[in-house]
Each structure stands twice: as structure tokens, then as C-alpha cells.
């Protein structure tokens, strides 16, 4: 990334805002630095010269105590602009970075640890880049030019040598700039490698505890933490290095132009007044690109997320259709196939199905062969690389293909209960009927019919029993209880389920079967993933769902039996 990268303008609208403000900022404060040190000088050189007195130099001193307290504002504002700014932009970057994967779809990311890692710990990286680099980079851009101009107009010999070093301090920058960055992208890429096994490590801990297999990923976690701790290391070592060498060159600079004043001076050749002014303005017009390279270790993880957010934000979008869904009168699958990603095979190949209002259609075959693929082709979350899905409408006419279709408008007819829901923090009441919503008659025989009135009878709160992010408090098959009274409340004509009876005990199982049938009595069309026996029994349609060799990739067999 740029240090002032224009994809950053423009994916965040707080950030053009406060990079104007500190422009004007960044010229205040430079005048007032200029300012301050011919103040000085006014008000000492005659001092020290025997030409004045206290009375003579009191109105300086005064208006130097009015310089110091501005800039001492001056700084103040900008900084409390820098933390509001960093907020606003990282809340922009994250709400735009959520928003465009949700519009790519399951496929259109390579990882999902990648944006779980930038819109948490990655992006907070950013907060040092506005904070600290920026405003240093942008009174490089004021501060340096305006005080070289006012030293040249005092004394060109020095501002000659201030010239001539300057370009020096930029040179090391970029090059031990290229060493950071590499540096922070591998750190990175380890944080978010070690927040991926984390996440699965945690998820699945239950899992691995009831197998006996929790230390092997706990023994891959370590070697992952290790290699974030010498990725950290590794750039904070360069940092080190590369801030010592930038105060060297700094210092050097200083020294020259500070030896070749005090000799001028020595030699009666530059009055006292003009000495001190440039001693005082020579530092100031180092300072500010001394300290962007000091900075720019602490924003370059910032960078480096900022680089991947840019990233993601560039991956073209999938066409949207734009005609509202009609009215649902079935689905018909024909002739689907999708290619399988990191696999050189089509799963689902060959598909054709209908699924018809008061019916189940059950999909089986084996694991890997494309059944939860086909899912996601009826909820329009990805399209078919061969074939066809169409939405035939209630009102009977030609079938419109769902590709073109609004996705607002078609989810609205959907209902989707995964195999392992995700509730939103709340309670149960919001889970099933919403935030605004009460329960009533219907959504207590609801849970009746699912079971969930039976789980209510354990919680000490029942329906007010509080509900954590994800779900959390609930056990798998409780949430699935409260997908599923979601799902008979929902009036969508097209209600897909994957497997909702994987994670439960015979009785509860019963209570699922029941569930579909419900949804078939009401007339509305059930695509679900089987694999128990007694499910795919209640179905009126099975479908199996194979895969096939890219090269073969003909129809292969799904069709109703």
C-alpha cells in the first residue's frame, strides 16, 4: 500500500475528511513553528547582544507564550481528530468489507478466516496509520517545504545544506520501508493462520475432546503462535535498526548546518538573530519525515490489513438479477452442475429435480457428492456452471431463471435451517419470533410441534432464557429446535433443510419428522438434506446427488426415485 493510497479516499469517507482537516492543521502548525523560533531569536539574540532589556523583549516573549499555547491546540485537535478519524474508517472498511463478502457469496472468498481476521484484529492495526504516520506524513508535505523556504530566506548556506540532506533521510525510508512491509505481511498472514486454527480448534473441541485427539491441534496452535511471535520479533527488530539509523542521518544533518552557522557566526559573517532562527527551524525541517519513519513500523500492520481489505473490496461482483421473484410455485433444477472448488471434479453433476409446493424432496448420495452445493443453488447463493435453476411461478406461465431474479425478493420466499444454526445474541423470543415480536398462540404450538416447548420447560426463563452470540447457552440440537419453530412460523413457500436430525436422539428425531410433515401439510415445498433412514422415508421424492471428473462432467444421474 501507498503511503497515502487513494483506494483508502475512496472506500472511506472519513478518511478524506480527515485528511483535509489536518492539511489545514498541518499549515497552521507549521507557521506557528516558524513563528515560535523567530520569536525566540527576536527576543534572546538582542538579550544576549546587550542591545535590549527585559522591557524591550516582553511583548515577544508574550506573543511566544500565545504561539506555544496555538500550537499546543493545534496539536491537541489533531489528535483527537486522528482517534475519531481512525474509528469512523475502520468501522467504514469493516461495514464495506462484511457487506461486499456477503454480495461474493460462500465461494467468493478463498478462506473465511480471512475476513473473520480483518474486520476483528487486523483492521484495529489501522488506528497507528491515523494516529501517528499520517499526521507526520502530512506536515512532511507542509511543515518541511515551509521551513526550508523561511530558512532560505534567512541564510541560503544552510538552507543549501538542509536541502542536500533532506533527500537522504526519504532514500533509507523506502528501503528499509520495503524490509517492514514484507515483514508485516508475513505477521499478517501468521495471525491469521493461528486465528483459523483457533477458530476450527474451538469449534470443534467437544469433538476432538470425545475422540482423545485434542493435543495434536493444540500441538499445531503452538507452532503457529511461535511463528507469530518470530514474525513480530523479526519487524520489531527492524524497527529498532531502521529508527537508529534515520535519528543518525537526522543528527548528522543537524551538525552541519549547526558547525558551518557557529563558524559564520565566529567570523562575524551571520548576526546572532539569524543564527539562532536557523538553529531552531534546522531541526523542525527533519522532524517531521524523521518521525514518518519512526511511525511507519507502527502502521504497517495497519497497511499490510488495509491492503488485503483493498483486496477483497476489488473482487468483481457476480451479476445481480433485478426482477422481483414471483409468487412460488416450485423450483426446477436442470441439468445443474458446479464446478467443486480445489477439486477437479463437478459436484453437483448433472442434477435435474423439481421441488413442488406440499412435497419433500429428500437429497442423498455420498459426502462430497454436492448435496449442501445444491442447497446453496436453491437459496440463490451461487449459480450453476452448467444447467439451469428456474423459479416456476403460482400463477402458472414460463419458469424465470433465478439468476435473474432479485435476492431480496426471492429470500423473502425462502426459509433456510442449516445443520448447525447461528441465532443472533438476544433471547429466545427474539430467536423465534423476533425482536419486535411477542409470542402468542402460534408461536407456543409451534414449539410444541418442534419439541422447543419441552427445552423452554428446562430454562429457568423459558422464553426470556438468554441466548449469546452464535447461540451460545443453547445446545446444538436446542438451536435446531428454535430453527425449526422459526421455520414453522415463517410463512416462505420454500423451506430448506440440511440434515436437521444429524446431532439427535430417536425421540427427538421424531419431533423433526413431525416438523416436516407440518411443513408439507401446509402446503409449502420442503428441500431437505437426508441421511437418517426415517427421513428419507417421509420423503415423497429422493434425489441422489452425485459428482463426476471435470472432464466427464455429463449428466450423471440425479433424478427422482
Known sequence: MKPLDPRLLRHARAARRYIALTTVLGLASAGLVVAQALLVAGAVAPVVDGEAGWAEVAPLVGWFAVVALARVLVTVV?????????????????????????????RGLREPSEVVMLVTRGLDDLEPYFVRYLPQLLLAATLTPATLVVVAGLDLGSAAIVAATIPLIPVFMWLIGVLTQRFAADRLLAMQRLGAQLLDLLAGLTTLKALGRERGPGTRVRTLGEAYTR?????????????????FLASIAVALVAVTVGMRLVYGDLDLTTALAVLMLAPEAYRPIREVGTQFHASADGLAAAEQVFTVLERPLPPAGTLPAPTFGGLVLDDVGVRAPGRDVVAP????????????????????????????????????DTGRVRVEPAAGGEPVDLAGLDPASWHAQVTWVPQRPVLVPGTVADAVVGGSGEVDGRAEAAARA??????????????????????????????????????????????????????????????????????????????????????????????????????AAVPAGGGAA
Open 231 to 247: 514474525t513480530t520479533m523479526s519487524t520489531l527488530k527492524v524497527a529498532f535498526l531502521s529508527g537508529a539509523v534515520l535519528e
Open 349 to 384: 453433476a448433472g442434477l435435474s429435480v423439481r421441488v413442488a409446493p406440499g412435497r419433500v424432496t429428500a437429497l442423498v448420495g455420498p459426502s462430497g457428492g454436492g448435496k449442501t452445493t445444491t442447497a446453496m443453488l436453491a437459496l440463490g447463493l451461487l449459480r450453476p
Open 78 to 106: 489533531q489528535e483527537s481528530l486522528a482517534h475519531r478519524a481512525a474509528a469512523d474508517v475502520v468501522a467504514e472498511l469493516r461495514a464495506s468489507v462484511l457487506a461486499h463478502a456477503v454480495a461474493l457469496g460462500p
Open 450 to 551: 418442534s419439541g422447543l416447548a419441552e427445552v423452554l420447560a428446562t430454562l429457568p426463563q423459558g422464553w426470556d432464557t438468554p441466548v449469546g452470540q452464535g447461540g451460545a447457552g443453547l445446545s446444538l440440537g436446542q438451536r435446531q429446535r428454535v430453527a425449526l419453530t422459526r421455520a414453522l412460523l415463517d410463512p416462505a413457500a420454500l423451506v430448506v433443510l440440511d440434515e436437521p436430525s444429524a446431532h439427535l436422539d430417536a425421540a427427538s428425531e421424531q419431533r423433526v419428522l413431525d416438523v416436516v410433515s407440518a411443513l408439507r401439510d401446509q402446503g409449502r415445498a420442503v428441500l431437505v438434506i437426508a441421511h437418517r433412514p426415517r427421513l428419507v422415508a417421509l420423503a415423497d421424492d429422493v434425489v441422489e446427488v452425485r459428482s463426476a471428473a471435470r472432464e
